[in-house]
């Protein structure tokens, strides 16, 4: 049985278009299929149900044939390019249709918006993943070798073949896992009042597992890390191991360095809490003095930073992407000005990411979010909880959301994971 009633279907007597779509996998459980009939319904138009086959047991799956109807061809081409995005197809498919790109960082009308769900495009009459799965982007074929990608629009080059239409393309959604997960039981609203140490473990197990499958743990952090004392925390994670991939900005790294030269961030002194004497001079100084040295790997050999994040980073000689914006003091020599430069190195940095922990870093946890296909399992971690569900709004709905202060959160992770196999190279 659904745990929810499926709408009933509403007449709509002039309805004169037609079409039968199918939808298969964990369906009902999923609330896949609700959410198709509500869609219909929500955009003007009727279904009917013509088949509907539900799996016996928790791992089998089901399927559905339901005709949807429109009072018009614009109606009903409308609702189903929205049933795609939900896993639909219709049942009478066609391969994927192209237009050329006649221009450069443009698509040709019409092109086909992607999500970031897993995408499939029919060619020659089969189905073809499509690669670098993201959301907001436009997918390119390769006709010659029957192979897709998702590109972003400022990528597109004359010649490219790029979908249009929804015709051809069929969206996979994520499926709630079988079975009952510590992960799944954090699947749920922006709450400050999830049992702390369950999610606590949740995130380091999921942590390990990625790192026992070969993928890359990506840690996006913002300068409140430094702010509330939590540098060495992260440095002890990069450190033995469990960070791969570190996405930041100017300012936690200049305020992480500055605490290894000063003993201050933001010119507080961070074992006492006080203000320092001309405190608020340090980041700048910190700054020059990195920009005198050539660059924080600069600073590191000449022994200026003997600790911190970014020490343990350039050590371990894990991927950095420090993204620059209009705010910067400097900014630090690495970090990149030009927005676009850092979005593509972004984009090709979460390849083989598993496993994103964002800390207290809104703009640049949005940013990463929008890179990341659905399958990457995402925690996001902030005492502001505006913050958290701007991330999910803008459509990054795999992420978890954990309301709580940074220091001990990161303080406990840490503990908890140097209780775990340290992680392999």
């Given at each position: 049985m659904p745990p929810h009633p499926?709408?009933?279907?509403?007449?709509?007597?002039?309805?004169?278009?037609?079409?039968?779509?199918?939808?298969?996998?964990?369906?009902?459980?999923?609330?896949?299929?609700?959410?198709?009939?509500?869609?219909?319904?929500?955009m003007g138009g009727s279904f009917e149900i013509r088949e509907c086959v539900i799996g016996s047991q928790r791992k089998d799956p089901s399927h559905a044939r339901v005709a949807v109807r429109a009072k018009s061809p614009e109606g009903l081409d409308a609702i189903l390019a929205d049933l795609v995005e939900h896993g639909a197809t219709t049942v009478n498919v066609s391969d994927a249709q192209v237009v050329v790109a006649d221009m450069a960082a443009a698509f040709?009308?019409?092109?086909?918006?992607?999500?970031?769900?897993?995408?499939?495009?029919?060619?020659?009459?089969?189905?073809?993943?499509?690669?670098?799965?993201?959301?907001?982007?436009?997918?390119?074929?390769?006709?010659?070798?029957?192979?897709?990608?998702?590109?972003?629009?400022?990528?597109?080059?004359?010649?490219?073949?790029?979908?249009?239409?929804?015709?051809?393309?069929?969206?996979?959604?994520?499926?709630?896992?079988?079975?009952?997960?510590?992960?799944?039981?954090?699947?749920?609203?922006?709450s400050s009042e999830k049992p702390k140490a369950v999610s606590l473990r949740a995130v380091a197990e999921s942590i390990r597992e990625a790192r026992k499958a070969g993928q890359k743990v990506l840690l996006v952090g913002g300068p409140a890390i430094i702010h509330t004392g939590s540098g060495p925390h992260v440095a002890k994670l990069i450190e033995q191991g469990w960070v791969q991939t570190l996405f930041a900005g100017n300012a936690l790294a200049t305020h992480d360095l500055e605490q290894a030269i000063y003993g201050t961030s933001l010119g507080v002194d961070l074992g006492h809490g006080q203000s320092a004497d001309h405190g608020h001079e340090h980041h700048l100084r910190t700054i020059n003095s990195?920009?005198?040295?050539?660059?924080?790997?600069?600073?590191?050999?000449?022994?200026?930073?003997?600790?911190?994040?970014?020490?343990?980073?350039?050590?371990?000689?894990?991927?950095?992407?420090?993204?620059?914006?209009?705010?910067?003091?400097?900014?630090?020599?690495?970090?990149?000005?030009?927005?676009?430069?850092?979005?593509?190195?972004?984009?090709?940095?979460?390849?083989?990411?598993?496993?994103?922990?964002?800390?207290?870093?809104?703009?640049?946890?949005?940013?990463?979010?929008?890179?990341?296909?659905?399958?990457?399992?995402?925690?996001?971690?902030?005492?502001?909880?505006?913050?958290?569900?701007?991330?999910?709004?803008?459509?990054?709905?795999?992420?978890i959301s954990l309301v709580t202060d940074v220091e001990p959160f990161l303080r406990s992770l840490a503990a908890e994971l140097a209780e775990l196999t340290v992680a392999p190279e």
């Open positions: 499926l709408p009933a279907p509403v007449p709509l007597p002039d309805a004169t278009v037609i079409e039968e779509i199918e939808v298969r996998g964990h369906i009902i459980d999923s609330l896949i299929l609700p959410k198709i009939l509500d869609r219909i319904l929500q040709p009308d019409k092109f086909y918006s992607t999500t970031n769900q897993a995408t499939q495009v029919r060619i020659g009459g089969r189905w073809i993943d499509v690669a670098d799965q993201e959301m907001d982007c436009g997918i390119v074929i390769d006709l010659s070798s029957k192979t897709a990608r998702c590109v972003a629009m400022l990528d597109v080059t004359p010649g490219m073949s790029v979908v249009v239409g929804h015709a051809g393309v069929r969206v996979i959604p994520a499926e709630r896992p079988p079975g009952e997960t510590v992960f799944g039981f954090m699947n749920s609203a922006v990195i920009r005198r040295l050539g660059g924080i790997k600069n600073a590191i050999d000449s022994g200026l930073v003997k600790s911190g994040i970014m020490y343990e980073a350039y050590r371990k000689q894990i991927d950095i992407v420090l993204a620059g914006s209009i705010r910067d003091d400097g900014p630090l020599p690495e970090v990149i000005t030009d927005v676009i430069e850092a979005q593509r190195r972004m984009r090709e940095s979460v390849k083989g990411v598993g496993f994103a922990l964002m800390i207290a870093t809104m703009l640049h946890s949005v940013a990463t979010g929008n890179l990341l296909p659905a399958r990457v399992k995402v925690v996001c971690v902030d005492i502001n909880p505006s913050a958290l569900i701007k991330l999910s709004d803008r459509g990054s709905s795999q992420t």
